[in-house]
């Protein structure tokens, strides 16, 4: 049974650094994509960034060249890397891994971006 277990929210303010860990149980190998997703107040959840287990990445346009998603496969680790923060990036974020037949989610971890 795989679990994600997402740590390293927290309050941070505009332009700082933040990053967050997912923390897989099980054999990461066996999860072909792994991706962050948020969901802010009153919005729908929305994916984030996402990497194959091979490290080919990608991010969405609101977030491209501020925030990295990374995994260490030896590790069982996944992370996103969130810089010049924006208050608009304020949500729950959750981990993700998807195979063939089901999709995984952790429980998420709060992100507040504010002065």
């Known amino acids: 049974q795989v679990q994600l277990v997402e740590s390293g929210g927290g309050s941070v303010q505009p332009e700082g650094s933040l990053r967050l860990t997912c923390t897989v149980s099980?054999?990461?190998?066996?999860?072909?994509?792994m991706a962050w997703y948020r969901q802010a107040p009153g919005k729908e959840r929305e994916w984030v960034a996402s990497i194959s287990v091979g490290g080919l990445s990608n991010t969405e346009d609101s977030v491209k060249g501020r925030f990295t998603i990374s995994r260490d496969n030896a590790k069982n680790t996944v992370y996103l890397e969130m810089n010049s923060v924006k208050p608009e990036d304020t949500a729950v974020y959750y981990c993700?891994?998807?195979?063939?037949?089901?999709?995984?989610w952790g429980q998420g971890t709060q992100v507040t971006v504010s002065s």
């Open positions: 099980g054999d990461i190998l066996s999860i072909p994509t």
């Open positions: 993700s891994g998807s195979t063939w037949d089901r999709q995984y």
